[in-house]
């Protein structure tokens, strides 16, 4: 499609869209005010978007915290600093770094990481985590616009099952969890099995990441980042109710390959 900068108000327009799937149609948009450009990219431009879920999607670092909390306080008390920087981590990672700053060195990483696992489970059973409705919202908008969506966390596929049997969960075309690589965020691998599973590059996938672990995956894989959270440099508190199609259009780059080779 040419691209125009024209204004229009309440006008026919013929367009020619081509799908994100190389799908070309003919259609008149009614549109009452706004940008042909801004748009064309938001609806016909090839591109997809990769969620985060844990404190993106679904607000579960609360149970995470208790879980790690209990862990710890079997065999001590809490120290201050003990679950920092745990945001993002596998189960078993995060395990690993309490025990590393703890001094745990007889504990058995794998069997804590089922206890704390163990614990989450039973929480998303009983409902304690909610799914954020604005999230959902956002994933629904895509997915009408025709945008792959995917779904990419640290995760466990058991944890990620039990969240999936919520109501109004939504759909994704691929699920990427943390048992599916070898190496989980921050490595890229994470993000570039997302977009190969999409069959696009990463420059055209964009990330919603919250947190710093899970933005250096993202980075490191070669994908366009939109931060929330008040972790994010660019736009400090910006929340997922702040995001729309066209924003998380925007932020993949003009020019890139819309699929990615056979």
């Known amino acids: 499609m040419a691209r125009s900068t024209r204004y229009i108000t309440g006008t026919s327009v013929p367009l020619r869209i081509t799908d994100p799937i190389g799908n070309h149609r003919s259609r008149h948009v009614r549109m009452l005010t706004g940008n042909v450009e801004e748009w064309s990219m938001a609806v016909v431009r090839k591109w997809a978007v990769l969620f985060d879920l844990d404190g993106t999607l679904v607000d579960t670092a609360p149970l995470w915290r208790a879980a790690f909390t209990a862990l710890i306080g079997r065999r001590q008390a809490v120290p201050a600093g003990a679950l920092d920087g745990l945001r993002g981590l596998t189960a078993l990672e995060a395990v690993r770094t309490v025990h590393r700053r703890l001094g745990w060195s007889e504990a058995d990483p794998t069997n804590d990481t089922a206890w704390v696992e163990r614990f989450v489970r039973r929480r998303h059973l009983d409902g304690m985590a909610r799914w954020d409705g604005f999230g959902l919202c956002l994933v629904a908008d895509l997915r009408r616009h025709g945008v ?106 003009p020019g890139s390959p819309d699929r990615e080779p056979r």
């Open 148 to 253: 792959p969506v995917g779904l990419v966390t640290s995760s466990s596929r058991e944890i990620v099952n039990v969240l999936l049997t919520h109501n109004d969960v939504p759909q994704f075309d691929t699920i990427v969890c943390g048992d599916d690589v070898t190496r989980a965020k921050p490595a890229p691998d994470p993000y570039l099995l997302g977009a190969h599973r999409l069959q696009f590059p990463p420059s055209r996938c964009v990330v919603v990441e919250d947190s710093p672990t899970g933005v250096s995956s993202a980075i490191a894989a070669g994908c366009p980042v939109v931060m929330v959270g008040d972790g994010s440099p660019v736009a400090p508190g910006r929340r997922l109710a702040d995001l729309t199609v066209a924003l998380l259009s925007a932020a993949a780059p």
